[in-house]
């Protein structure tokens, strides 16, 4: 059984904290990787692990804040006609 949807002013509410803490999400990790750039840089220490995992988090948070620019806008994906031709 779906929930009922939430109220125009609680989305964009969700949308906005979604959007923001994506923003934080990625401020945070670009450090992180300049840190790791940096410290690669100066002691030849292979941490490309380290910097995957953190390239990772970077597409985290460019998808939390589509999620939330979504949100916010009240696009639908179920709303969309699934017989069409589109490329999504």
């Not at 969700?14 to 923003?23: C, I, K, Q, T």
């Not at 670009?30 to 995957?52: F, R």
């Not at 390239?55 to 017989?83: E, I, K, N, Q, T």
Request: charged letters at 20%.
């Amino acid at each position: 059984m779906a929930s009922a949807p939430l109220p125009p002013a609680t989305r964009r509410l969700v949308g906005f904290l979604l959007m923001l803490s994506g923003g934080l999400l990625g401020l945070g990790m670009l450090l992180k990787v300049y840190v790791t750039v940096m410290s690669w840089n100066t002691t030849y220490q292979s941490s490309y692990a380290m910097l995957s995992v953190y390239l990772v988090g970077l597409l985290a948070s460019g998808l939390l804040m589509r999620l939330g620019r979504r949100m916010r806008r009240g696009d639908d994906l179920s709303r969309r006609d699934p017989d069409t031709e589109e490329i999504l």
